[in-house]
């Protein structure tokens, strides 16, 4: 059956969240604090350079600090703790990276192909439970990105208005060779039990300005 509503176009749908309890019992058999300096890292689809990073582990929960991170033609740092010392694991994560690289990093990490730009993001996030769909039915935080000198591949924004001053419909079409240009695309969001909701997407070209604000329901993955 056909949802209604809009949806959204662009990337490859995943499989659903994984029901599997989380087994952290490997975080309580040791105790340890390392300093740790990888010179490639692979994390889910993300390729992570070379990084920096300090490790304390003390009674199954393991506190990761990330002092330089290469990613993507940038550079990141922050920290991750889980806490391993029960079935209902936590996981808190506080993220800044700079002069990212949009295109290969969304094209890695959600699947979205129609995003350039090189930009700066934040994430700060928690949440806690005994398997991935409960982690992320239970996600809290806030983060914001900030995109310059990009192009959104596939719709010529500025071709669709004219066509519509002249009654024309036929530019509404997504095409790979069009694009539009921005100088600046920007949003902040808060994520509250899943629920990722912006208010103030914001894109700046020479030729027109575009407002928006939306929501990504991510236990429904709509």
């Known amino acids: 059956q056909r949802q209604s509503g809009p949806q959204v176009k662009g990337y490859t749908a995943r499989s659903d969240w994984s029901d599997d309890p989380i087994d952290v019992s490997l975080l309580q058999l040791v105790d340890a604090d390392a300093k740790l300096s990888v010179g490639k890292l692979l994390v889910r689809d993300i390729k992570v350079g070379q990084s920096d990073l300090t490790l304390a582990l003390k009674n199954g929960v393991a506190k990761t600090v990330f002092d330089r991170v290469d990613l993507y033609g940038g550079s990141g740092r922050g920290q991750i703790t889980i806490d391993g010392s029960n079935a209902n ?38 949440s806690r439970g005994g398997s991935e769909r409960q982690l992320v ?10 995109f310059t000198d990009g192009a959104i591949k596939g719709f010529n924004f500025g071709k669709a208005i004219r066509g519509l001053q002249k009654g024309e419909l036929t530019n509404l079409a997504t095409t790979p060779a069009e694009k539009t240009d921005f100088s600046e695309l920007s949003a902040s969001f808060d994520i509250v039990n899943g629920v990722v909701t912006n208010q103030d997407l914001k894109m700046m070209s020479p030729l027109l300005r575009v407002a928006g604000n939306g929501q990504v329901m991510l236990p429904e993955r709509r």
């Not at 039915?137 to 900030?146: D, H, Y």
């Open 89 to 126: 694991v936590g996981i808190a994560a506080s993220i800044v990276m700079e002069n990212i690289s949009a295109e290969p990093l969304l094209t890695d990490a959600a699947s979205i192909e129609w995003l350039s730009g090189n930009g700066r993001l934040t994430l700060a996030t928690n």
């Open 137 to 146: 039915a239970a996600l809290n935080g806030k983060g914001s990105f900030v």
